[in-house]
C-alpha cells in the first residue's frame, strides 16, 4: 500500500510502499478517509514523545477516520506501531475506535479528535465548568483553541473571551467569543484581559503557557480552575505563589495520554453529537497522500488552518 514513511528520527514522511496491516483477532482494518495533522505528528516523528516511540521504519500519522469494509467509520487515534494514519490501509484495534456518524464530515470529525477533545475535556471533566461561568482560552486562534472557544459555549459558559494574536481575533470571534484580547502587545494584556472580563475568570484553558500565563492568573477569580493544556508560547514560566495561594487557584494538567479512555470516548461522542447539528466550525485545508512530504513542511511552518490529508 502507499504510505507516509519514516525511515529515520526526524525525517520529513515520504510517500512509498510499505507492507498492508493484516487483521487478526480484535484488529480489523479499515481504508483511510480522512486524517488530521497536528504539532503532535511532529513531535512523534522526532521521537520526543515517551508514550510513542519512533520504531522507523514506520508509517507517520497519529489520528485519522477510517471505513472498515462493513461502511461504518471509525475514528483512530494511535494505531499499532510501525502503522500510522498517513496510509491506504490503517490497523484499527476493535476497543479503540469511537464511531463517527455518517452525517459528520469525515475531515471535521477527524479534526475533532486530537483538537476537540482536548477542549472539551479540560472543560467538562477537568474544570468541571458550571452554567454561566466565565471562561478564558487562551491561544484561541488556533484550532484546538477554536473549538474549545466553541465548546465553552455549547457546555453552558455565560461568557467566553479568546485571547490570541491580531491576525486570528476576527476568526475567534466569528466562532464563537463574546470577547477577544489581542495578545500582541505583551504592556496591554493585563488591561485587555481586564476589559473584557470585569468580573474575573472562573476557568482558564492555557494553550500557550510562557509569558500569557501570569497575565491571565492576575484576572481569575477566588477559586478560578486553570487547565494547562499546552506550551506554544514556551515550556516555563514566570508565575508567583502569591497568584496561586491567595486566588486559591487549581492548577490542572490535561493530556491526551493521562485522559482515561472512557473519557475520551464519552467527550468524541458528544463532539459527533454537537457537529451532527452543525454546532462545530473549522476551516480545513484538504491534501492529498500523494504530496504528503509538502504538507509535512507546511505543518512544521505553521499552518493556518487545520491540516487535513484525504487518500
Excluded at 475531515?107 to 477542549?119: D, P, Q, R, T
Excluded at 514566570?238 to 470516548?265: C, D, F, H
Aim: proline share 7%; with cysteine; hydrophobic share 45%.
Amino acid at each position: 500500500m502507499r504510505a507516509a514513511v519514516i525511515r529515520r528520527s526526524g525525517d520529513t514522511p515520504v510517500l512509498d510502499e510499505f507492507a498492508d496491516p493484516q487483521p487478526g483477532q480484535g484488529l480489523s482494518v479499515g481504508s483511510l478517509v480522512a486524517a488530521a495533522l497536528n504539532p503532535l505528528d511532529v513531535l512523534i516523528v522526532n521521537d520526543q514523545l515517551p508514550f510513542r516511540r519512533l520504531q522507523p521504519p514506520c508509517i507517520a500519522g497519529y489520528e485519522a477516520v477510517v471505513q472498515l469494509g462493513d461502511g461504518t467509520r471509525w475514528y483512530l487515534a494511535g494505531p499499532p506501531v510501525p502503522y500510522g494514519t498517513l496510509a491506504e490501509l490503517v490497523p484499527v484495534p476493535d476497543s479503540a475506535g469511537f464511531p463517527v456518524p455518517a452525517g459528520v464530515d469525515p475531515g471535521l470529525a477527524a479534526a475533532l479528535g486530537v483538537g476537540g477533545i482536548v477542549g472539551w475535556v479540560s472543560l467538562d471533566y477537568r474544570a468541571h465548568l458550571q452554567t454561566g461561568e466565565t471562561v478564558l482560552v487562551l491561544g484561541a486562534g488556533g484550532s484546538a483553541g477554536q473549538l474549545a472557544v466553541q465548546s465553552a459555549r455549547l457546555l453552558g459558559a455565560g461568557l467566553v473571551v479568546g485571547a490570541a494574536r491580531g491576525k486570528d481575533l476576527e476568526q475567534v470571534a466569528d466562532r464563537g467569543a463574546d470577547a477577544v484580547v489581542d495578545l500582541a502587545d505583551e504592556a496591554a494584556i493585563d488591561a485587555g484581559l481586564g476589559a473584557a472580563a470585569p468580573g474575573g475568570y472562573d476557568v482558564i484553558v492555557d494553550f500557550l503557557w510562557g509569558a500569557a500565563a501570569p497575565h491571565a492568573m492576575n484576572h481569575a477569580n477566588v477559586g478560578a480552575r486553570y487547565i494547562q493544556v499546552g506550551n506554544a508560547a514556551g515550556p516555563t514560566s514566570t508565575i508567583t505563589a502569591s497568584a496561586i495561594r491567595n486566588k486559591l487557584l487549581t492548577i490542572v494538567g490535561q493530556g491526551t495520554v493521562g485522559t482515561p479512555a472512557e473519557i475520551r470516548r464519552s467527550a468524541y461522542a458528544q463532539l459527533m453529537r454537537h457537529a451532527t447539528d452543525g454546532k462545530f466550525t473549522l476551516d480545513v485545508e484538504e491534501t492529498r497522500l500523494d504530496d504528503i512530504s509538502q504538507t509535512w513542511e507546511h505543518l512544521k511552518a505553521g499552518a493556518p488552518r487545520k491540516l487535513v490529508v484525504i487518500p
